[in-house]
């Protein structure tokens, strides 16, 4: 399992009041509408080592221009009521400090004093494959959610399940780049999700002043339910082309698989009365899972001709046939769709090295082993002679 090392100091201020919405993002400042009875406003202070004109000040992952001031105040108008999070980012991306911010309507609240800390950054690219061909994907977030126990450094305790902790985010840009800045040490789920695509994790570790990359490539999400994929296999040799009978087909995919119709329970077994001596801890039969399948497998006929129901998505569809070079290729079955996938096969003079005894190709496992090399035997040992007694 892996674990979240923190600072205690930083985790107690992450558990009180980090965790919230939104994150490191950056996407365009959006003009703060005018203050009005409906809208409240925070107010703060940075606690910068430095100048305060080295760090942004955000507001729930959006930039805020000009509400930072040199001292290391700041004030933010026009903010609509509810949770809110504040963030000031060191512009090199390696260190900040975030608030949460509850507000009611009409309030000016004061918010916990922010005191940027070292952590590192997560930065990738965001792109899709589809019938457009590759092509980068604007305006997604992608999120890193800390990963494992918290353990706290002084007494190296660790808390688990982790506390609520907060997510560090960010929106791509029109390259489909993304940065997660001043994230604290720690390991991540960075996640990406988009409309009509399948989800897209990575998992990342972040070091002290380091950057931690994290790519993603998207593709559209199929639609569920069953497709069909047939085609024919063909042998290519230099005598010409043949069809290839008995040639093994196998799709697999990582959606469970059952075979069609409805599944007809087992009646229950009788009640067993425990015996003497037992705990009274019998097994219930009727506990059993039913059995799902990765996997669908067919055998092509004479004219090397195949056909396969799987469940629609992404699948890998792999041919075999003794003699002749395996295929294997990915495929994406649509539901209610039939896919024509013909695969011409080589030669393969492969020679293999005999399995080895006791194997399941070479015997049943319970043959003896074969005999040692011949070695010269000792002649044995002669008990001794006993002593002769005279009568």
């Known amino acids: 399992m892996r674990t979240w090392t923190i600072p205690i100091a930083l985790s107690i201020a992450l558990i009180a009041g980090l965790a919230g919405c939104g994150g490191g993002g ?22 910068t080592t430095g100048a305060a004109s080295d760090y942004e000040l955000t507001l729930d992952g959006q930039p805020v221009p000009g509400a930072l001031q040199a001292d290391g ?38 918010a916990p004093d922010i005191v940027p800390e070292v952590g590192g950054q997560i930065v990738g690219m965001v792109t899709v494959k589809d019938d457009q061909g590759l092509r980068a994907l604007e305006g997604v977030e992608v999120t890193a959610q800390p990963s ?24 791509t840009e029109e390259d489909g780049s993304y940065r997660i800045r001043a994230v604290p040490p720690g390991e991540y789920i960075v996640t990406v999700v988009a409309p009509g695509m399948e989800q897209g994790w990575r998992w990342v570790e972040v070091g002290l002043g380091r950057t931690a990359a994290a790519d993603f490539l998207l593709r559209p999400t199929p639609v569920t339910g069953v497709g069909t994929v047939q085609g024919q296999v063909i042998g290519i040799s230099e005598d010409g082309e043949v069809p290839l009978a008995r040639a093994r087909v196998t799709i697999s995919t990582e959606i469970p698989w059952e075979p069609p119709g409805e599944i007809v329970e087992p009646p229950p077994p009788p ?20 059995p799902d399948f990765t996997a669908v497998s067919t055998i092509t006929d004479e004219q090397g001709r ?7 998505g992404r699948a890998v569809i792999e041919v075999y046939l003794p003699g002749w070079e395996p295929a294997v290729a990915e495929i994406v079955i649509e539901a209610g769709e039939t896919l024509v996938r013909n695969f011409e096969l080589e030669p393969w003079d492969v020679e293999l090295p005999p399995p080895p005894p006791g194997s399941d190709d070479g015997g049943d496992g319970d043959e003896a082993p074969p005999p040692p090399p011949d070695l010269q035997r000792r002649p044995a040992p002669q008990p001794p002679t006993p002593p002769f007694s005279g009568d």
């Open 148 to 171: 494992g126990p918290v353990i706290m450094e002084e007494d190296e305790t660790a808390v688990y399940p982790p506390p609520e902790l907060p997510s560090f985010s960010a929106f």
């Open 26 to 47: 950056e996407r365009p400042a959006t003009p703060a509408p005018p203050t009005s009875p409906q809208t409240s406003a925070i107010e703060g202070q940075v606690q």
């Open 306 to 312: 195949y056909s396969l129901n799987a469940p629609a």
């Open 271 to 290: 009640e067993l009365e425990p015996r003497e001596g037992d705990d009274g801890d019998i097994p219930d039969a009727t506990a059993i899972p039913r």
């Open 73 to 110: 105040r700041y004030l933010i108008e026009g903010v609509p009521p509810g949770r809110h999070r504040v963030a000031a980012i060191a512009r090199d991306g390696m260190s900040g400090g975030y608030v949460t911010v509850e507000l009611g309507e009409a309030e000016r609240a004061r």
